[in-house]
């Protein structure tokens, strides 16, 4: 079993900064990928980023490229999303998730809200 909790969320005025935390624990191994999901209202969950847990290789889709940037610190036992430039459309709930080698992102935080005013 796989536990996440994330922090950091807040608000934040347009063009600001925020760094979301997900400390991690349980069952992980080198093969797990730590995915950064968000759900604004009334869309649909997405991901945003991806970082692998041992090899720390990224992935971020078009909408947060350039702007956001995953990492983890295996010595913590954290993930983090450092949000630069946000702005109104990154408002919504962030969570961080985790998925073994081999299928979907099983394991999932509570969630943390990121709201960005303009």
């Known amino acids: 079993q796989v536990r996440l909790v994330e922090s950091g969320g807040g608000l934040v005025q347009a063009g600001g900064s925020l760094r979301l935390s997900c400390a991690v624990s349980?069952?992980?191994?080198?093969?797990?990928?730590m995915g950064w999901f968000r759900q604004a209202p009334g869309k649909e969950r997405e991901l945003v980023a991806s970082v692998g847990w041992s090899t720390g290789t990224t992935w971020y889709s078009g909408s947060v490229k350039g702007r956001f940037t995953a990492s983890r610190d295996l010595a913590k036992n954290t993930v983090y999303l450092q949000m630069n430039s946000l702005n109104a459309e990154d408002t919504a709930v962030y969570y961080c998730a985790a998925r073994s080698a081999v299928g979907a992102y099983g394991y999932w935080g509570q969630g943390t809200q990121v709201t960005v005013s303009s």
């Open positions: 349980g069952r992980t191994n080198s093969g797990f990928t």
